[in-house]
């Protein structure tokens, strides 16, 4: 899914998406990979949208909570930021914050370095 993506063949990686998907419609995993790849393709709208379809399948899920605040950003949905870096911020605690930025990390392409 994610070479798919990454050669631009949305078409390949959506069905690989819902073969994945129908295998085990309650997995949140196919959604999260896709949602990586999405990102890290300079996807975020459709990274967001993957993200919450995986969290709904399974709330117990944290990666969408982690990477959400960047992906708002990066979506141009500045508005949703603050909530979602409270949210990521509680939740980080709440297990182990280090652990949570690792996610993050590894599930999102690296920060762009704005230094000019």
């Avoid at 709208?45 to 993957?50: D, N, P, R, T, W």
Wanted: aromatic share 6%; proline share 7%.
């Amino acid at each position: 899914m994610g070479e798919a993506v990454e050669k631009g063949d949305t078409a390949s990686a959506r069905r690989e998406l819902d073969e994945a998907a129908q295998a085990d419609p309650d997995s949140a995993r196919p959604w999260l990979r896709y949602g990586s790849a999405l990102a890290r393709h300079g996807d975020p709208s459709g990274a967001l949208e993957a993200y919450e379809t995986a969290r709904g399948r399974r709330a117990h899920v944290w990666v969408p909570i982690v990477v959400r605040p960047a992906l708002l950003a990066a979506a141009g949905r500045t508005a949703e930021v603050v909530a979602a870096i409270e949210e990521a911020n509680a939740f980080s605690w709440n297990v182990d914050p280090w652990l949570a930025l690792e996610v993050a990390w590894r599930a999102l392409p690296a920060p762009a370095c704005l230094i000019a």
